[in-house]
């Protein structure tokens, strides 16, 4: 199974003055950080202005992405959503389009308990392929649900293609 190491860029969505995803831009930013030296491409997260996407959109840029890293680089996306089924259809999406893997951010917004956030993880991760790589992603300071390590160890005991954390908290300890 794929694992992120190296330097993974969280890229940004360019936009038009219309604001509509600039495609032919979001192309040569990958090229440019291919040609630095990065080790991945993480399109669809905070950075890449998910909250502000359609779905189609998210697609969209992923499959831009996945072309315009022909393989050279990692290209893992971030396919969290409210909705379970919203991350479920990104989630499939990516594997099917020919991402090396997710990551899930927690639903936002709405505070939710230790069981429901399980049973979210798990879905989403029990929608693609069980070799599939999956990275359960906690900013709790932004999207109100925090990963606990005994959520963590919950999920991963249930999903074996949930591989790692991405943590986004400014508390190195935790």
């Not at 360019?14 to 090229?31: A, H, I, R």
């Not at 840029?61 to 996306?77: D, K, P, T, Y």
């Not at 089924?85 to 939710?112: M, N, Q, S, W």
């Not at 956030?117 to 070799?131: I, K, P």
């Amino acid at each position: 199974m794929k694992r992120l190491s190296g330097v993974v860029t969280p890229i940004v969505c360019p936009m038009n003055s219309s604001q509509e995803v600039d495609y032919k831009s979001l192309k040569n930013l990958c090229e440019f950080l291919i040609e630095k030296g990065v080790n991945g491409l993480y399109p669809n997260g905070s950075t890449g202005e998910m909250c502000y996407l359609s779905l189609e959109e998210r697609k969209k840029v992923l499959e831009c992405v996945v072309n315009a890293a022909a393989g050279r680089v990692l290209v893992f996306s971030m396919v969290g959503a409210c909705a379970t089924r919203d991350a479920i259809e990104l989630a499939k999406h990516a594997e099917k389009c020919g991402a090396d893997g997710i990551a899930v951010v927690t639903p936002y917004y709405f505070k939710l308990d230790g069981k429901e956030l399980e049973e979210y993880f798990v879905r989403v991760a029990s929608s693609v392929s069980g070799d599939f790589p999956v990275y359960m992603y906690g900013i709790p300071q932004l999207a109100v649900n925090d990963i606990t390590p005994e959520l963590a160890q919950r999920v991963a005991d249930r999903c074996k293609n949930v591989i790692g954390i991405k943590y986004s908290y400014p508390n190195m300890p935790r």
